[in-house]
């Protein structure tokens, strides 16, 4: 088990259907002391903050070995635990055909549920583990599936959805005490009545990937406000467009409605994702929309008022001593080499008059607009950084791609929509001409197959294949950061490069920590004497960047090990880098 690979019977049949059912995981024993504690309990939740004697049986389950090797593979290393664990039973089970509407689905598709599957590596971003503690017959009802849903183009049909018609679809599950059952969160599925002759037991477990965006947890934390005062400040837009995630009230996140000229926050927390199948007039400009999906970036031409220009031109002019050369980043590259980047931060936070052209550009009604199309409601952003560089001052070397695949930094498009989960925004203070330098990408990019060759990486063989867009001061641009193959080329101009740039997220994935990574932050007593295997997947959404930069569970001669070596760029500073359970 410590290096094999699910076979491929197995990858083909979850990827087809999108689950697999587990022969004989839990022994007989097992099983038994599960079914003593939930006999004596009467209660069908709560089991992770049971008394000590009661609650490690489902504890262990949380770390299972051979669940933790399977979801690895399925839902990617650093998986969390997402819903905490419940008993389905005879009371779940519906009196009408289907009782509730049945739950799933992939259209419209949900990042942070959905399956992702790219070059033989399966990212699937929600998973169930459940577990059977009786068994279940062909004919049994309760827990029914519709296959293959979480691959479905077209939305569920309403009488299916509501059990009105079935359609031949609907599976029945069939289970023996002991199996586990493993289930990609968008499949479609419901509860028929129970007609079997035993008991409905099944134990379900919620598990997330490592940067998904869901729930909160039950720590006092959860509820707190994590905003400094100078936020307080900002427009309702703007304080709604730069929420901390994993915090009750952010949870789920604001939205944000306009038309590109004027925006509004919502009174309401649904999401809102127009798409071009279903045509908004006025809404979404179809020539912006194939531009972006073309290209993975899209330049507005003229935002900026030439009041707020000035403005922020001046502000940095003002304070800039508080500018700081960072690093060389040609990495290697002949072309791309020059002197550190000069880069200027915290601009909301300069005094005023200083900052309020920048506490504009976070909630502005031209960006807020093309975000919500991009990527749906409910993103957020960091503060603004203005990128500085003078002569000589070093590119970037390309980074970032399609492939490898990452969901949280990914492009989709379906059914009309573009589901794009990081956006960076670049706004222009000054022009930027052919030969200035500055940023650079690779249009297409982020629908790459195959890995960014070396000579386009430094640009010193770009194949033709860079694009380099210009701009008059008071344009945007947005990319794909993360999806497109992006960069910088050093800086030739005499005059300086004034680009601000702001890096969204949508409302799907974290992917800068945060205290809601900690488990004492996210959970209360759930969390009381866990190891520190089981306190690692009761992490709140984490830094999701690479394989490498999150605590991890591997299999060592069959035994489940946190692995915290930080492989990989971008380790997430709000995680734990070794042991933290407390004495038991
Ligand atoms: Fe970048």
């Known amino acids: 088990m410590d290096d094999d690979r699910m076979t491929n019977e197995e990858n083909y049949a979850f990827d087809v259907a999108g689950y697999l059912v587990l022969k004989g995981v839990l022994k007989p024993a097992e099983v038994d002391a599960l079914n003593t504690v939930l006999d004596d309990a009467k209660e069908t939740s709560g089991m992770l903050a049971w008394p000590e004697g009661r609650r490690e049986p489902f504890r262990d389950l949380l770390v299972h070995p051979l669940l933790v090797w399977y979801l690895n593979q399925v839902c990617g290393v650093g998986f969390r635990l997402e819903h905490l664990p419940r008993l389905l ?82 599976k029945q599950v069939v289970l023996e005490k002991g199996d586990l059952l493993i289930l990609s969160d968008t499949v479609l599925r419901g509860f028929r009545p129970w007609t079997g002759q035993g008991k409905m037991r099944l134990l379900d477990y919620g598990f997330a990937a490592r940067g998904v965006i869901h729930s909160t947890g039950t720590g006092e934390m959860v509820d707190s406000d994590p905003y400094p005062e100078w936020k307080r400040e900002l427009s309702e837009e703007g304080r709604a467009a730069t929420y901390v995630p994993g915090y009750a009230h952010a949870t789920p996140p604001p939205t944000i409605l306009g038309d590109g000229t004027s925006n509004r926050v919502a009174d309401h927390r649904d999401l809102y994702h127009p798409g071009i199948y279903k045509l908004d007039p006025g809404n979404i400009d179809l020539k912006e929309f194939y531009f972006w999906d073309l290209n993975g970036y899209l330049v507005i031409r003229n935002i900026m008022s030439r009041d707020d220009i000035e403005l922020a031109n001046e502000a940095i002019d003002r304070f800039s001593d508080r500018i700081v050369v960072g690093d060389e980043l040609s990495r290697g590259s002949k072309s791309l080499a020059g002197t550190g980047r000069p880069l200027l931060g915290a601009l909301m936070e300069l005094p005023k008059p200083y900052c309020e052209p920048f506490r504009r550009m976070v909630g502005h009604p031209a960006i807020t607009h093309r ?72 249009p ?50 005499d005059v300086g490069r004034r680009g601000i740039l702001i890096k969204y997220s949508a409302r799907n994935f974290n992917r800068s920590g945060g205290d809601m990574c900690h ?50 760029g971008l380790y997430s500073t709000a995680t734990p880098d070794g042991p933290v359970a407390k004495d038991r």
């Open 371 to 442: 975000l919500t199309w991009m990527g749906g409601s409910g993103f957020r952003c960091g503060g603004p950084t203005a990128f500085l560089s003078v002569k000589g001052s070093t590119g970037h070397a390309l980074h970032d791609s399609n492939e490898p695949l990452n969901p949280s930094r990914s492009y989709v498009f379906k059914n009309g929509r573009s589901y794009c989960e990081a956006v960076t925004i670049a706004w222009q203070l000054r022009d930027v001409d052919e030969d200035d330098g500055g940023f650079a990408c690779v």
């Open 519 to 568: 488990p004492e932050n996210r959970w209360g007593p759930e969390i009381e004497g866990m190891t520190d295997e089981q306190l690692s997947i009761m992490r709140g959404p984490d830094r999701d960047n690479r394989r490498g930069n999150v605590p991890r569970l591997d299999i060592v001669d069959g035994e489940v090990r946190v692995n915290y070596d930080r492989a990989g």
């Open 89 to 170: 039973t005879n009371a779940d089970s519906a009196d009408t055909p289907f009782g509730e509407p049945l739950t799933g689905g992939d259209e419209p598709r949900d990042q942070s549920r959905a399956y992702f599957h790219q070059n033989q590596v399966r990212q699937c971003q929600f998973v169930r583990a459940i577990w059977a503690l009786e068994d279940v017959g062909p004919d049994d009802g309760g827990l029914f599936v519709v296959p293959c849903t979480h691959k479905e183009n077209v939305e569920t049909p309403e009488d299916l959805r509501n059990g009105i018609d079935d359609m031949g679809l609907v």
């Open 444 to 493: 297409g990019s982020h629908k790459a197959q195959y890995p960014i060759p070396p000579g386009v990486r430094s640009c010193d063989d770009h194949m033709d294949l860079v694009a380099h867009p210009t701009f008059k001061a008071g344009d945007v641009l947005f990319f794909m950061d993360g999806a497109l193959t992006h960069g910088a080329l050093a800086w030739q101009s």
